[in-house]
């Protein structure tokens, strides 16, 4: 029976590492370095957790979870399956994700060259989405080679621009290592816990995976014990990219901290790139920023065109492909401020849902696969994290906040966690009640294409 070669497993897991590596994971641990100052190392110590942690445990959780996100989804409940795909896809997709990736690449990779004149006007915005989305089209078309197109050749050029960037800044300083701020001061590790969670990583995993497992079998391994263990195997290279390339930019970030405090961590990387390399310095970044955005997007269209085509009657892969490209490119127009003010509440209130899911299919056999166990965690889950994602839009319900206020961990954004500890006891305790419930949960599994 098939085997892939370790050469092959490689590439898969540096296509996995490109997917997850976009512009926001290269703009995170810079302003994490420098605002944790001489406490980097811890504060970076808990972003690696959530930052590299929650994504290979998401890739894992889909390849046991049934290979698809619906597969792990409904083991809630069929409707939740459908409904939470569905927002799952649609937030990472078309509506947010996929057009910030050409806003982020306009804005850092083409933005800063052009004239005073041409800043002003939309049109160098609207060529520089074509121009990229017809790319992203193009790599994405065919995506038996998605593996050979971005494991062997973008993935690459990528590291080594970002290997230039921290080499050069190691051998020759930017300046002393500041200070520790706010509450890097008292609390490094928690805070860099919570910055790892802001990547949004726990949620693309649930997307990347099936993309990393498509590709896998593409290769010929259909084994279900095999395949998950290749994909795990990937994505444990994954997670080793991310972590590496998350120090080493948290170490430029601070010893930053001479060239003067910045707002984020564009900025930051901007002031390092001209400090180190003068003009060039711009030229590079760019190209790394511009790099992590189009393998990002070629991934997430890969993804979402493979599900909406299976769910769409008479719509193809390509021309899914295609529809998908093309809308995203409508969309990046209106510009980076407004997407990021769109979807930062929708993720907010979808994220945390969709970290209890994953962390919840770990312990699968543990609690016999009584479904009660996720409905349990993952309403209780929801109760918290919608309230939070009208918060962060600015809508406050008077009649509840005042309570969620009260609950730990709340203020340092997870006071999702003990009610989901709870809710899953609770279903544990309903479930052993009623035994029954677990045959019918394993055949709602088969029908959704659980292996």
């Given at each position: 029976?098939?085997?892939?070669?370790?050469?092959e497993i490689?590439?898969?897991?540096?296509?996995?590492?490109a997917?997850?590596?976009g512009?926001?994971?290269?703009?995170?641990?810079?302003a994490?370095?420098?605002?944790?100052?001489?406490?980097?190392?811890?504060?970076?110590?808990?972003?690696?957790?959530?930052?590299?942690?929650?994504?290979?445990?998401?890739?894992?959780?889909v390849?046991l979870?049934?290979?698809?996100?619906?597969?792990?989804?409904?083991?809630?409940?069929p409707?939740?399956?459908?409904?939470?795909?569905?927002?799952?896809?649609?937030?990472?997709?078309?509506?947010?994700a996929?057009?910030?990736?050409?806003?982020v690449?306009?804005?850092?990779?083409?933005?800063?060259?052009?004239?005073e004149?041409?800043?002003?006007?939309?049109?160098?915005?609207?060529?520089?989405?074509?121009v990229?989305?017809?790319?992203t089209?193009w790599?994405?078309?065919?995506?038996?080679?998605?593996?050979?197109?971005?494991?062997?050749?973008?993935?690459?050029?990528l590291?080594?621009?970002?290997?230039?960037?921290?080499?050069?800044?190691?051998?020759?300083?930017?300046g002393?290592?500041?200070?520790?701020?706010?509450?890097?001061?008292?609390?490094?590790?928690?805070?860099?816990?919570?910055e790892?969670?802001?990547?949004?990583?726990?949620?693309?995993?649930?997307?990347?995976?099936?993309?990393?497992t498509?590709s896998?079998?593409e290769?010929?391994?259909?084994?279900?014990?095999?395949?998950?263990l290749?994909?795990?195997?990937?994505a444990?290279?994954a997670?080793?990219?991310?972590g590496?390339?998350?120090?080493?930019?948290?170490?430029?970030?601070?010893?930053?901290?001479?060239?003067?405090q910045?707002?984020?961590?564009?900025?930051?990387?901007?002031?390092?790139?001209?400090?180190?390399?003068?003009?060039?310095g711009t030229?590079?970044?760019?190209?790394?920023?511009?790099?992590?955005c189009?393998?990002?997007?070629?991934?997430l269209?890969?993804?979402?065109?493979?599900?909406?085509?299976?769910?769409?009657?008479?719509?193809?892969?390509?021309v899914?492909?295609l529809?998908?490209?093309?809308?995203?490119?409508?969309?990046?127009?209106?510009?980076?401020?407004?997407?990021?003010?769109?979807?930062?509440?929708?993720?907010?209130?979808?994220?945390?849902?969709?970290?209890?899911?994953?962390?919840?299919?770990?312990?699968?056999?543990?609690?016999?696969?009584?479904?009660?166990?996720?409905?349990?965690?993952?309403?209780?889950?929801?109760?918290?994290?919608?309230?939070?994602?009208?918060?962060?839009?600015g809508?406050?319900?008077?009649?509840?906040?005042?309570?969620?206020?009260?609950?730990?961990?709340?203020?340092?954004?997870?006071g999702?966690l003990?009610?989901?500890?709870?809710?899953?006891?609770?279903?544990?305790?309903?479930?052993?009640?009623?035994?029954?419930?677990?045959?019918?949960?394993e055949?709602?599994?088969?029908?959704?294409?659980?292996?």
């Amino acid at each position: 029976m098939r085997e892939l070669s370790t050469r092959e497993i490689i590439t898969v897991g540096l296509m996995l590492f490109a997917l997850f590596f976009g512009a926001g994971n290269m703009i995170f641990p810079p302003a994490l370095g420098q605002a944790a100052g001489e406490n980097v190392w811890i504060a970076m110590l808990g972003f690696v957790v959530t930052g590299v942690g929650l994504p290979l445990l998401g890739v894992i959780a889909v390849g046991l979870g049934g290979g698809n996100l619906q597969a792990l989804a409904g083991r809630v409940h069929p409707v939740f399956a459908t409904v939470f795909t569905f927002i799952v896809y649609l937030s990472i997709g078309p509506f947010m994700a996929i057009p910030r990736t050409g806003t982020v690449t306009y804005e850092m990779g083409i933005l800063p060259f052009l004239s005073e004149s041409m800043k002003a006007s939309a049109l160098p915005l609207l060529v520089t989405t074509i121009v990229y989305f017809a790319l992203t089209f193009w790599l994405a078309l065919n995506p038996s080679k998605l593996v050979d197109r971005i494991g062997k050749v973008l993935t690459p050029a990528l590291l080594i621009i970002i290997g230039v960037m921290f080499f050069t800044s190691l051998f020759q300083p930017i300046g002393e290592v500041g200070q520790p701020t706010g509450d890097y001061q008292s609390g490094a590790f928690f805070k860099g816990f919570v910055e790892g969670y802001l990547t949004l990583d726990a949620l693309a995993a649930m997307v990347f995976g099936i993309v990393v497992t498509a590709s896998v079998r593409e290769k010929g391994i259909t084994d279900p014990k095999k395949l998950t263990l290749t994909t795990m195997k990937a994505a444990v290279i994954a997670a080793i990219g991310l972590g590496i390339v998350y120090l080493a930019l948290g170490f430029m970030g601070a010893t930053s901290y001479s060239l003067g405090q910045s707002d984020n961590g564009g900025q930051i990387l901007t002031g390092v790139v001209q400090h180190l390399f003068g003009p060039l310095g711009t030229l590079l970044l760019g190209g790394a920023v511009s790099l992590a955005c189009l393998t990002t997007s070629v991934g997430l269209v890969t993804a979402c065109s493979r599900f909406f085509s299976e769910y769409i009657p008479g719509v193809s892969y390509k021309v899914m492909a295609l529809v998908l490209s093309v809308f995203s490119a409508a969309v990046a127009n209106v510009g980076l401020t407004q997407l990021i003010a769109i979807s930062v509440p929708v993720l907010m209130a979808i994220y945390p849902v969709a970290i209890v899911l994953m962390l919840v299919s770990f312990f699968h056999k543990w609690f016999k696969g009584y479904a009660a166990v996720y409905r349990g965690a993952i309403i209780a889950t929801a109760v918290i994290s919608l309230p939070d994602g009208f918060a962060t839009a600015g809508i406050k319900i008077a009649a509840i906040a005042p309570l969620l206020e009260q609950l730990p961990l709340y203020k340092e954004g997870i006071g999702w966690l003990l009610p989901a500890i709870a809710g899953a006891l609770i279903g544990f305790l309903w479930g052993s009640l009623r035994p029954g419930r677990k045959g019918k949960q394993e055949v709602l599994e088969q029908k959704l294409g659980k292996v």
